[in-house]
């Protein structure tokens, strides 16, 4: 099993600026892509960014050149840098790993983040 904690979330200004970490612990070797989701009340959860084992990234285009996706390998922890944050980024983030590049097997608990327009 693989535990996912996801720390960061708060309320900020339109504008401002946010850093979730995702910290796994477990059998993280067996974690081959990993990713933010988002899911803003009344809609469906969706994708924000992945990087794979390797540092491949790839991001909706919602965020694209606004949030960068990251991974320090040593300290098993993942983070996403939100810059230019707007009233429509307002959601619950989910970090998510899958063992597999097109699967999600395991999820944190989610933190809300808040941006006040």
């Known amino acids: 099993q693989v535990r996912l904690v996801e720390s960061g979330g708060g309320l900020v200004q339109a504008g401002g600026s946010l850093r979730l970490s995702c910290a796994a612990s477990?059998?993280?070797?067996?974690?081959?892509?990993m990713g933010w989701y988002r899911q803003a009340p009344g809609k469906q959860r969706e994708l924000v960014a992945t990087?794979?084992?390797?540092?491949?990234?790839n991001y909706d285009d919602s965020v694209k050149g606004r949030f960068t996706i990251s991974r320090d390998n040593a300290k098993n922890t993942m983070y996403l840098q939100m810059n230019s944050l707007r009233f429509e980024d307002t959601a619950v983030y989910y970090c998510?790993?899958?063992?597999?590049?097109?699967?999600?097997?395991?999820w944190g608990q989610g933190t809300q983040v808040t941006v006040s327009s």
């Open positions: 990087i794979t084992r390797d540092g491949l990234t």
């Open positions: 477990g059998r993280i070797f067996r974690i081959n892509r």
């Open positions: 998510a790993a899958g063992e597999r590049l097109s699967t999600v097997d395991y």
